[in-house]
C-alpha cells in the first residue's frame, strides 16, 4: 500500500488543523481543510494561514490534484476558492453538501442566483467513491451527525476525519447543528473503527484538555477504540447519545458560525458583491 506524507499547520486562533496529503513518487497532493484567516471585530480576510500551505507546496514542488473541505466547518472560513485560484486542484466535498445549502442558504436568505445543488464545487464525493493523488488510492466515506455532509477521506493508511472525532481525551463532535444527529454520529464512528487499528487518524481540531500541555491532531484507529473518553469500546449508542446531547445542550454557537456557513457553503467563495461594490456577510437577529 502507498501510503502519504503528511504536513499538518497548526492555527490557535481557531484550533484548527489544515493538512497536506503527498504522494512521495509523484509529489501530487491533497489540501485537506485549509483557513482562511478572518477578523470578526473588523470583517477583513487574510491570508496568513494560506499562504504558509503555500509556501510548503511551492518548496517541496508539489502539484495540487485536490483542494478538499470535510464538511461545510462552523467555526473557520474555508481558504478552498483563494488556494484554487493560487495553485489549480479540484475543489470538492461530499455529495450532501446540498442539504446544508438548503438550511443555510434559507437562513441567511442567500441572493436569488445562489445555487442548491453543490455546483460552487468542482466534485462532489458520493459514499464509498475512490480516487487518486498521483499514485495514491484514496476513498471517501460518508460519516454524518456532526453534519449531514460529513466525510472521511481515507488515504493510503491515513484517514482524515474532519470533527468527527477529537483526540481520545477530548471526544467527539458536537451534533446540535441543523441536521446534526448523535446516533449517526455513533455509526460513523463506529465505521471509522472497521479501519485497520494502525490507520492514521488526522484531526481538523485540537482544544487542548486542562491534563495535556502540547496540542495534538493525530491519532489511530486503535488508540480511539482504547481510549476515546465518549466513544471507547464498551459505550453503547443508547449511553454515547444521552450524553452527546446532555453536554451539546450546554455548548454556545462557535465564534465564527455566522461568516463561517455563508462562506463555507459558496466553496470558499465571498457573497457577491452590492450594488455598493461591497461584499455582506448577513447575520440573523434572534434565530440561532
Known sequence: MRNPIVTSFFDEATNNISHIAADPDTGHCAIIDPLLDYNAASGRTATVSTDRLIDHIQTHSLCVDWIIDTHIHADHLSAAHYLKNKLGGKVAIGNHITEVQKVFGKLFGAEASFRYDGSQFD??????????????????????????????????????????????????????????????????????????????????????????????????????????????????????VAMRNARD???????LMIPSVQVNMRAGELPPAEDNGIRYLKVPVDTL
Open 123 to 240: 466534485h462532489l464525493f458520493a459514499d464509498g467513491e475512490t480516487y487518486r493523488i498521483g499514485k495514491l488510492k484514496a476513498r471517501a466515506l460518508h460519516t454524518p451527525g456532526h453534519t449531514p455532509a460529513c466525510m472521511t477521506h481515507v488515504i493510503g493508511n491515513a484517514a482524515f476525519v474532519g470533527d468527527t472525532l477529537f483526540m481520545p481525551d477530548y471526544g467527539t463532535a458536537r451534533c446540535d447543528f441543523p441536521g446534526g444527529d448523535a446516533s449517526a454520529l455513533y455509526r460513523s464512528i463506529q465505521r471509522i473503527f472497521k479501519l485497520p487499528d494502525d490507520t492514521r487518524i488526522f484531526l481538523n481540531h485540537d482544544y487542548l484538555p486542562p491534563e495535556r500541555s502540547e496540542y495534538c491532531w493525530q491519532s489511530s484507529v486503535a488508540q480511539q477504540k482504547r481510549g476515546n473518553v465518549h466513544v471507547r469500546d464498551g459505550v453503547g449508542e443508547d449511553e454515547f
Open 249 to 255: 445542550v450546554k455548548l454556545s454557537a462557535p465564534k
